[in-house]
């Protein structure tokens, strides 16, 4: 979406800024209709003047969309959404507050500015953040949003970035990009080289212009796939919201010199302490890890640390052992309140399966599997079991390599 766009992609992009939009009578419809079936609105004329029917139902289907995503936007009556494909694409509130606050300095140029979500907080970690945008009915939007929400200290141009770039100011503290992840020929990627723009294969013009650069990526981009391919990476983000991973985030330091650190949070909620673990990545491959058979407390870390593959250092750090190589369960003698997971009581061990768990059909039990050979839903229809209650069961491997399951609840 920064250099060029596919045709696909073009015909998202079709929404105008249209300031009628924000009329209050227009605003009362669009608040009428959120979260109720718009489908039959496409079947009748507008009831207002110079506002079509598909702005109504895009700034709808837009709005509902944004109402837990980007509350501040949502509550404020004044904002324009652009295409139902950028909601879904840009950064949640609790994200881009998150990433604002890894790199701070006087400038930073925001590469693939989209609708503006990310600049919108860079802007309050900076004193001048330039926000660059392809598309020119998406850099209008943005900018008349910036301006709604006070935000006085961003700079919006339509532009090619790369070639935009190297004209703007002489010495740049950082550099943000959220590569377009879809390719002409290829749809969806996810390596580096197959995205828009290629930051490996324009990495030496950025760093020209910048010595740090901050890269936003999908969840599902392998680590070690993204170290070899980028150059200088000094720290990675794992970025989780309620335990579901939501991007990666890479820190490249042109002058950096110590190992590689991968860094993991989990946002669990605004009354709830958030989960952050980190650990040195090479420190993972040759860190020794002790197994021991189930104890007293179980252990299961949140996805984020899954991600992250420090399954040794998350053992060595919090003092527990583990249960198996690759069941990546957790157990110890005594409960450990601050690991980055969930935590569970052992009540009870099942190795004979087929015989012990007859006793739970029809009952109401959580089911969780690790390096397990049967789903969630095989097992519940096998043993009968519903889903639900306070109780928990986790099926997993143990150190002979026998099928075993737990019975635990939350400790």
């Known amino acids: 979406m920064i250099i060029s766009l596919s045709k696909n992609l073009q015909k998202t992009f079709n929404i105008k800024l249209n300031k009628n939009i924000l009329k209050k009578d227009v605003q009362q419809f669009i608040e009428d209709h959120i979260n109720t079936d718009i489908n039959k609105l496409l079947l009748k004329p507008s009831p207002f003047q110079n506002i079509s029917v598909s702005e109504l139902f895009n700034q709808i289907i837009c709005k509902t969309k944004s109402k837990t995503k980007l509350p501040s936007w949502y509550e404020n009556k004044d904002i324009i959404y652009p295409s139902p494909l950028n909601i879904e694409q840009t950064s949640s509130e609790i994200t881009a507050q998150y990433k604002s606050e890894l790199v701070k300095g006087k400038y930073l140029v925001d590469l693939s500015g989209g609708f503006g979500v990310d600049t919108y907080y860079f802007s309050k970690q900076f004193e001048k953040v330039i926000h660059i945008e392809y598309n020119n009915q998406l850099s209008e939007i943005a900018n008349h949003n910036f301006k709604v929400l006070g935000s006085n200290n961003i700079e919006t141009h339509c532009a090619d970035s790369l070639k935009l770039l190297p004209k703007l100011v002489d010495q740049i503290d950082c550099i943000y990009v959220d590569p377009s992840r879809r390719n002409d020929l290829k749809g969806k990627v996810f390596l580096f080289n197959d995205c828009v723009p290629n930051v490996v294969k324009h990495i030496e013009l950025l760093f020209n212009v910048s010595k740090v650069i901050l890269i936003k990526s999908s969840p599902l981009v392998d680590l070690k796939s993204g170290i070899n391919e980028l150059k200088h990476v000094a720290v990675i983000y794992i970025v989780a919201v309620k335990n579901e991973v939501k991007e990666l985030l890479w820190l490249l330091d042109k002058n950096n010199k110590k190992p590689i650190e991968i860094v993991t949070y989990n946002y669990k909620s605004s009354s709830l302490p958030n989960e952050t673990f980190s650990f040195d990545y090479l420190q993972e491959s040759h860190q020794d890890v002790i197994y021991k058979e189930p104890l007293n407390f179980l252990y299961e870390p949140n996805h984020a640390i899954l991600k992250s593959g420090g399954f040794k250092m998350v053992a060595k750090i919090f003092n527990v ?80 390599g026998s099928k075993t399951a737990l019975l635990c609840e939350k400790a």
């Open 321 to 400: 052992y583990k249960l198996e190589k690759n069941s990546h369960l957790y157990t110890s003698d005594k409960l450990v309140n601050n690991f980055p997971g969930r935590q569970f009581k052992i009540l009870e061990i099942f190795n004979s399966l087929n015989k012990d768990l007859k006793q739970f059909k029809n009952q109401k039990i959580n089911i969780s599997t690790r390096n397990f050979p049967m789903s969630v839903s095989e097992i519940r229809k096998k043993f009968k079991i519903l889903d639900g209650g306070e109780l928990y069961i986790f099926f997993t491997t143990n150190l002979l």
